[in-house]
């Protein structure tokens, strides 16, 4: 099957760090020309959080500073190192990508919800 499974959440602490990782199975992660991750706090609309480009071109990051994309093309696997939490980026984190050429920055704000292909979610608490 062609799927993105995330891994990694959990419970940390504020200040604490926590790498997601997003493993595409069924294609390489070339299939696609786009692929990020994205968060939904309960309540909240699905946002954007960091996205790039297969081919690296592009970078977007909403928390700028504490999360940082990246990808093992050898794994078929994308990661987000998350540090220095906080409580408010406490949420479902989702892998997402897509085969049509966007920029990093519109996959992560523009076209959230038009995205081609997702994966099911890894739950992020942070609290102390």
């Known amino acids: 099957q062609v799927q993105l499974v995330e891994s990694g959440g959990g419970l940390v602490q504020p200040g604490g760090s926590l790498r997601l990782s997003c493993a595409a199975s069924g294609v390489t992660l070339d299939y696609y020309a786009v692929i990020g991750w994205f968060r939904q706090a309960p309540g909240k609309e699905r946002e954007g959080v960091s996205c790039?480009?297969?081919?690296?071109?592009s970078t977007y990051e909403s928390v700028k500073g504490r999360f940082t994309i990246s990808r093992d093309n050898a794994k078929n696997t994308v990661y987000l190192q998350m540090n220095h939490v906080k409580p408010e980026d406490t949420g479902v984190y989702y892998c997402?990508?897509?085969?049509?050429?966007?920029?990093?920055?519109?996959?992560?704000?523009?076209?959230?919800?038009?995205?081609?292909?997702w994966g099911q979610g890894t739950l992020v608490t942070v609290s102390a």
């Open positions: 790039i480009t297969i081919d690296g071109g």
């Open positions: 997402a990508a897509d085969r049509r050429t966007y920029s990093a920055q519109s996959m992560c704000t523009i076209y959230v919800k038009y995205l081609e292909r």
